[in-house]
């Protein structure tokens, strides 16, 4: 039994989103889809090259279109970007699907998290300040998206998932409309031509099928 066949996760940078839906999905038995690693997938760059090559504003168009995507499949954990959710559309797109888990932690473990890996968003000479000034500017974004919330803050990843399963239990009952909904098709007809967006559109397909474990897991 699940409680959904649709979920996704959301939460600033460094808060475990791959890895917690990594282990949810192993827990659900449904295919884990990490938007950052399909969007990596689909254009062959990594996402700090996509930033310095393109700009953010495709990087956020990137965004979009494979969040459109995630909400024709069923069987998965979707875990989104850290900006994901600041497009409006982002949000009502992903709330129209399923339950949005947001996960929470401290700037301080964040950074920790982050000081690791190449995060565009925090190049700057000092990040922890950058950490703190964007979690306040997001936190209406995370709170208007949040179907709930859910601490990451110093717990084993097994007692998140617990409490994300728990949580997950009770919103099914409390939304059974969008449980028998099922998925949402917004396909449109590609764009032809060297539009980063048409080849995206023509490879998420593909990188959809496959599932695999976070690079940081
Ligand atoms: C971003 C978060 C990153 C990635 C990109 C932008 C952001 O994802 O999408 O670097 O704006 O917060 P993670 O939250 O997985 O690090």
Redesign the pocket.
């Known amino acids: 039994m699940h409680p959904v066949r649709w979920v996704a996760l959301a ?5 475990g ?2 890895r917690i839906g990594w282990e949810l999905s192993r827990r659900l038995q449904l295919t884990f889809i ?3 690693r399909v969007i990596e997938r689909v254009s062959c760059l990594k ?2 090259e996509i ?1 310095e090559l393109y700009g953010e504003e495709t ?1 956020r168009a990137y ?1 979009t279109e494979v969040v459109r995507r995630t909400l024709r499949l069923d069987d998965v954990v979707v ?6 959710v ?1 497009r409006e559309e982002n949000r009502r797109l992903l709330r129209a699907r399923g339950p949005v888990v947001v996960l929470d932690a401290s700037p301080e473990t964040i950074y920790k998290r ?1 000081r690791r ?1 190449k ?3 925090l190049e700057v000479g000092d990040p922890t300040e950058r950490i703190r000034s ?1 979690m306040r500017e997001r936190a209406p974004a995370y709170d208007e998206v949040a179907s709930f919330h859910v601490s990451g803050d110093d717990r084993v990843s097994t007692d998140v998932v617990d409490d994300i399963i728990e949580g997950l239990w009770s919103w099914s009952e409390r939304h059974p409309d969008l449980v028998a909904q099922g998925p949402i098709d917004l396909r449109e007809a590609p764009v032809p031509g060297e539009d980063p967006i048409a080849r995206l559109d023509e490879a998420a397909d593909a990188a959809f099928e496959e599932s695999d474990a976070p690079e940081d897991a």
Do not use: A
Not at 79 to 84: F, I
């Open positions: 939460g600033f940078m460094g808060t989103k791959s990490d938007t950052d996402i700090p930033f990087f965004e875990s989104t970007g850290g900006g994901t600041v982050t890996h995060r565009p968003m964007l």
